[in-house]
């Protein structure tokens, strides 16, 4: 079964940190790759960072130097580490795994699996 899951979100100043925690399926983690993505109100879902299977990282413009995405294999875990927020990174923030299985797993053809999603506000 192909599952994560968001946690972390939360209520925090101006310039403050937080760290969101994505735990995934043990059968994907070590092939898929993950994306943390934000929403906020009245506007599209965008990418915020992402990291492949061989730790290759991407980030929006936005985010560049305040957010860091990263993988624990031990805990089947993705971080995104936030610091320096802003307001308008107020968004609830989604998990995504997406990949191609082999012929004859359950993964196969392939999987996009997304979280509930964690609210983060920003505010003083």
């Known amino acids: 079964q192909v599952e994560v899951a968001e946690s972390g979100g939360g209520l925090v100043q101006p310039g403050g940190s937080l760290r969101l925690n994505c735990v995934a399926s043990?059968?994907?983690?070590?092939?898929?790759?993950f994306g943390w993505y934000r929403q906020a109100p009245g506007k599209q879902r965008e990418l915020v960072a992402e990291?492949?299977?061989?730790?290759?990282?991407d980030y929006a413009d936005s985010v560049k130097g305040r957010f860091t995405v990263s993988r624990d294999n031990a805990n089947y875990t993705i971080y995104l580490q936030m610091n320096s927020l802003k307001p308008e990174d107020t968004a609830v923030y989604y998990c995504?795994?997406?990949?191609?299985?082999?012929?004859?797993?359950?993964?196969?053809?392939?999987?996009?699996?997304w979280g509930q999603g964690t609210r983060v506000t920003v505010s003083s």
């Open positions: 990291i492949t299977k061989r730790g290759s990282t």
């Open positions: 995504n795994a997406r990949g191609r299985g082999s012929p004859g797993t359950v993964l196969f053809p392939a999987y996009d699996s």
């Open positions: 043990p059968v994907i983690f070590s092939i898929a790759t």
